[in-house]
């Protein structure tokens, strides 16, 4: 609008509340993520297993319907940590893939187009800026991971007594705690890589790197150093070692678990340090 026509007007209108400013990002961005029907497709595919989940949990304690089926209850699988470990590990893993197909663009597209100082220049800091891209997969792996899993253990608590509920308590703080640090690992790894790595399909590999690549460079520092420290550079192991603990499941790996716990904040750490290196409403080019 032209400055001579002085036509403009302040705003009048309901301000959004400071707490909520966040939530502007994701609300724009999944309509874009959403226009892709692989995309929905495939967040559709992801609650399959759930659903065949609470199947087998109604099966477990419903003899009336074992008995139309013609199963007996010993070819039922268990419900208990093993089973909730190995859901965790199923929508996990879903999630892992979710965010490498939406994930790579979040930041790099605004810095590619020098959009940061748009957002900067409201009042719209750059904590709001960095929980709001965080919030578009933090968001989504949550609808997959422990929203549905914490509704197959209220399913089981509900058929088999809340004395079940009071006794296995711990698997739903498995649950909770176990998706949220699965969660975090992966919403910090990917908008620390989307802001470095401006290439889209670059930066969905490198993200398949760190999980898989990481792993086999861990494996070879122990076989050379004869160690086991290496160990720590494998991301899935780590996970590995908290699930299993936090459901109460042996483990085989060979990372304590206090070991895990410090790597994985030190990651998460060392995330934040590289968003805040790139954050900014301004660029100086030499």
């Given at each position: 609008?032209?400055?001579?026509?002085?036509?403009?007007?302040?705003?009048?209108?309901?301000?959004?509340?400071?707490?909520?400013?966040?939530l502007v990002l994701p609300r724009f961005i999944y309509q874009d993520v959403f226009a892709s029907k692989m995309?929905?497709?495939?967040?559709?595919?992801?609650?399959?297993?759930?659903?065949?989940?609470?199947?087998?949990?109604?099966?477990?304690s419903n003899a009336r319907a074992l008995e139309m089926l013609s199963l007996p209850v010993s070819e039922i699988i268990p419900i208990d940590g093993t089973f909730f470990l190995t859901m965790m590990w199923?929508?996990?893993?879903?999630?892992?893939?979710?965010?490498?197909?939406?994930g790579p663009g979040l930041v790099s597209m605004d810095l590619s187009n020098n959009a940061l100082p748009l957002y900067l220049c409201r009042p719209f800091n750059r904590t709001d800026y960095v929980i709001g891209k965080m919030s578009v997969t933090t968001i989504l792996l949550s609808l997959i991971t422990w929203v549905p899993l914490m509704f197959l253990w209220i399913l089981h608590s509900s058929?088999?007594?809340?004395?079940?509920?009071?006794?296995?308590?711990f698997l739903l703080s498995g649950i909770l705690l176990g998706s949220l640090i699965w969660i975090l690992i992966l919403s910090l790894l990917n908008l620390a890589i989307s802001?470095?790595?401006?290439?889209?399909?670059?930066?969905?590999?490198?993200?398949?790197?760190?999980?898989?690549?990481?792993?086999?460079?861990?494996?070879?520092?122990?076989?050379?150093?004869?160690?086991?420290?290496?160990?720590?550079?494998?991301?899935?192991?780590?996970?590995?070692?908290?699930?299993?603990?936090?459901?109460?499941?042996?483990?085989?790996t060979q990372v304590s678990v206090g070991n895990a716990w410090a790597m994985l904040i030190f990651v998460c750490l060392f995330c934040l340090f590289m968003l805040t290196r790139k954050i900014k409403a301004y660029e100086v080019v030499n």
């Open positions: 609008m032209a400055v001579y026509r002085r036509s403009y007007k302040i705003f009048n209108g309901p301000y959004t509340p400071t707490w909520s400013r966040f995309v929905t497709g495939y967040f559709v595919l992801c609650f399959v297993p759930c659903l065949i989940s609470s199947v087998l949990i109604y099966l477990k199923i929508q996990g893993s879903l999630a892992f893939f979710l965010t490498v197909f939406t058929l088999e007594g809340w004395s079940w509920a009071w006794q296995n308590l802001a470095w790595v401006r290439w889209k399909p670059i930066a969905g590999a490198m993200l398949f790197g760190i999980f898989f690549i990481g792993a086999g460079f861990g494996e070879a520092v122990n076989e050379i150093m004869v160690t086991n420290r290496g160990t720590l550079l494998n991301l899935q192991q780590l996970i590995e070692t908290i699930w299993s603990w936090l459901f109460r499941v042996p483990d085989y």
